[in-house]
């Protein structure tokens, strides 16, 4: 399967999720808008959400990954199938004693992240929801091993599909669930943590046969004998050895999102609940083309260094970083220059009021202006990754925590939210470029001839672009068309329509062949 279609394949399917996620967040934000109890289960969520970002998407992915792919290559797959057993051995019981000591610390770790939620009954329902769903840290963790082990098999259809299941459990959770709670006298927003459990679950159930079809389904060693003896596998001891570095990388990530999530409970009641929604929607551009990609490339970058292949290592990244460009940059310029008719779009209706539309969108333009960074990072870090460097992109992630909160001293008093995440989106474009600057400086990255005039003809297209979207935004009282639905969902498709023809018909008078940058 070639690059552009596992690409493809992964995006597509990512899209599937990210519009069922979306159809999610319309479903609560107009149930129960946006409050303490909302900041509550965001918190609540965030935190098995920390942990997945840390053990399972995170260091855990970006260190096993790259020694399976290696494994695979220099030593055979029967070697492989082991190292598989007695990764999944180790995880497993790491993970239950994690799930263990997670629901008995809820109460710490939501004062940990949000000791600004002030309310009594926000608190509580805080804690009571985490433990309830810090599990789903344990199930997402197996889930992540499952997808590592696919995607290095290049089946990258059944990872990137799974998760419409979690957004199909929430989405009947708060349809179904909630008002049944309701009318018991329970508070509705309980029903999601259920959502969230059974997601986790089904999740996980659906990689086992895409596993066992390929005879790679591991066997977990439940007796003493067989912990340790997966524990002293050179393999495990290696991907454990660059988990270390992976794990400080991923988790300066997540305390900077600890630490903004705690600043966001002591502002305004709903800040937390603004900054999660603008960040759903960030989520569709960064998945979209960023995930899609660093799944994709990671394996085969991998490949290419333990076959000692630099070019075709080298002619990777350069594809992948000419996609990024490509899209990442006209989906910077709508949100910048459409932020509040896309909420507005969006959410504005039932629970969450017209002053909700503008904080979200004051959100998401500060993380638009960091887009192209975030989608970037996830093409650049894995060209690190696959050479098994975990601590070049932990020191400049250590870096960037630092200049992200010297940025949050300055910008939150004068933006409060929109500050933590304008912040956040600053950050990302010095952590990219940081990353850049690495690969170019060590070789390993040559870039292809070709690339300024290649950036002139993006840039010149997107200005076209963002004239249109700033007279869109102009032309029309959004928030306004509140009472006309369908009118603004029409008028909305049309503009987005008319954005897609004066982008890429510009790029095509500008003489860019499309087709033949995404086959190359």
Not at 101 to 110: M, Q
Not at 181 to 195: F, S, T, W
Not at 203 to 217: C, E, N, S, T
Request: charged share 10%.
């Amino acid at each position: 399967m070639s690059l552009l279609k596992s690409a493809s394949t992964v995006s597509l399917l990512t899209l599937a999720s990210r519009v069922t996620g979306l159809v999610r967040d319309l479903i609560m934000a107009s149930m129960f808008g946006a409050n303490a109890l909302t900041d509550a289960f965001n918190v609540a969520f965030r935190i098995p959400n920390l942990f997945r970002r840390l053990f399972a998407e995170g260091a855990f992915s970006q260190a096993f990954v790259p020694v399976l792919a290696t494994t695979k290559t220099q030593e055979g797959e029967e070697r492989t199938r082991a190292l598989i057993g007695n990764v999944a051995t180790v995880l497993f019981w790491v993970l239950l004693l994690t799930c263990v000591v997670g629901v008995a610390g809820a109460p710490v770790l939501v004062w940990l992240l949000a000791s600004g939620l002030n309310s009594g009954h926000a608190h509580e329902a805080a804690v009571w929801m985490t433990r309830w769903m810090f599990p789903y840290i344990g199930f997402m963790s197996m889930v992540a091993l499952c997808a590592g082990v696919l995607n290095t098999w290049r089946k990258f259809a059944v990872p990137a599909a799974t998760p419409v299941l979690l957004n199909i459990c929430m989405i009947a959770a708060a349809l179904l669930l909630a008002p049944w709670l309701e009318r018991k006298g329970v508070e509705p927003i309980y029903a999601m943590a259920a959502g969230v459990m059974l997601g986790g679950v089904l999740q996980l159930g659906v990689q086992l046969p895409a596993l066992k079809k390929l005879g790679l389904l591991p066997r977990i060693g439940m007796s003493p004998a067989a912990v340790q003896a997966a524990w002293n596998d050179g393999g495990v001891r290696r991907i454990l050895s660059l988990m270390a570095p992976a794990l400080l990388g991923v988790g300066v990530a997540q305390v900077s999102l600890m630490i903004n999530t705690q600043i966001a409970s002591y502002l305004t009641p709903g800040s937390v609940t603004w900054l999660f929604y603008a960040d759903r929607l960030m989520e569709f551009p960064t998945a979209l083309l960023g995930v899609a990609l660093g799944v994709v490339l990671t394996p085969q970058l991998a490949s290419a260094k333990a076959a000692g292949d630099a070019q075709r290592y080298s002619n990777m990244l350069d594809w992948g970083l000419r996609l990024v460009v490509l899209l990442a940059v006209p989906c910077a310029v709508g949100l910048l220059a459409f932020a509040e008719p896309l909420v507005a779009t969006l959410f504005h209706r039932g629970a969450l009021h017209s002053q909700d539309v503008s904080n979200i969108a004051l959100a998401l333009i500060g993380y638009g202006a960091g887009l192209v960074g975030l989608v970037a990072i996830k093409v650049l870090a894995p060209g690190y990754f696959a050479s098994q460097d975990m601590k070049t992109p932990v020191k400049i992630a250590v870096a960037v925590l630092a200049l992200t909160q010297i940025l949050n001293v300055v910008l939150v008093p004068w933006m409060a939210h929109a500050g933590l995440a304008l912040s956040i989106g600053l950050a990302a474009l010095v952590n990219a470029t940081w990353l850049l600057i690495g690969l170019l400086r060590r070789g390993a990255y040559q870039p292809a001839a070709g690339w300024f005039k290649y950036a002139v003809q993006v840039a010149a297209a997107s200005a076209l672009l963002a004239a249109f979207l700033i007279w869109g935004a102009q032309q029309w009282d959004w928030k306004a068309l509140q009472a006309h639905e369908w009118q603004r969902a029409g008028l909305m498709a049309l503009m987005l329509a008319g954005s897609a023809v004066i982008y890429f018909g510009a790029l095509r008078a500008s003489g860019v062949k499309l087709r033949g940058l995404l086959r190359r």
